[in-house]
């Protein structure tokens, strides 16, 4: 299983990043997919997280400026990212739990400057 993030960059306070992960070596479409963040020096934290149905559940720091979904066709997740904040500085990872075992990509970093 290979999970592939991109998307990270500079951004501005107030502005907008779409975060991608391309998956391989799993069956996309049947499951549950999730982006965490770690911002510098701190834990790694659940930010959203969409179920093979596209259910969507997120943290209560995001909710309401991301969005989580994904192309099972193309086998992508997407984290839409609007409004940014500073405190939304982190790298981004994204994840999947397949066959009882964690799988994380490389993580992709997004700085939002004030």
């Known amino acids: 299983v290979q999970l592939q993030a991109s998307g990270g960059g500079l951004v501005q306070a107030g502005g907008s990043l779409r975060l991608s992960c391309a998956a391989k070596g799993i069956h996309f479409g049947i499951n549950t997919f999730a982006w965490y963040r770690q911002p510098p020096g701190k834990q790694r934290d659940l930010v959203a997280r969409?179920?093979?149905?596209?259910?969507?559940n997120y943290s209560d720091s995001v909710k309401g400026r991301f969005i989580i979904s994904r192309d099972n066709a193309r086998r992508i997740m997407y984290l839409q990212m609007n409004s940014l904040k500073s405190e939304d500085t982190a790298v981004y990872y994204c994840?999947?739990?397949?066959?009882?075992?964690?799988?994380w990509g490389r993580g992709t970093l997004v700085t939002v400057s004030s």
């Open positions: 994840y999947v739990h397949h066959r009882s075992r964690d799988y």
């Open positions: 969409i179920s093979s149905g596209g259910s969507t």
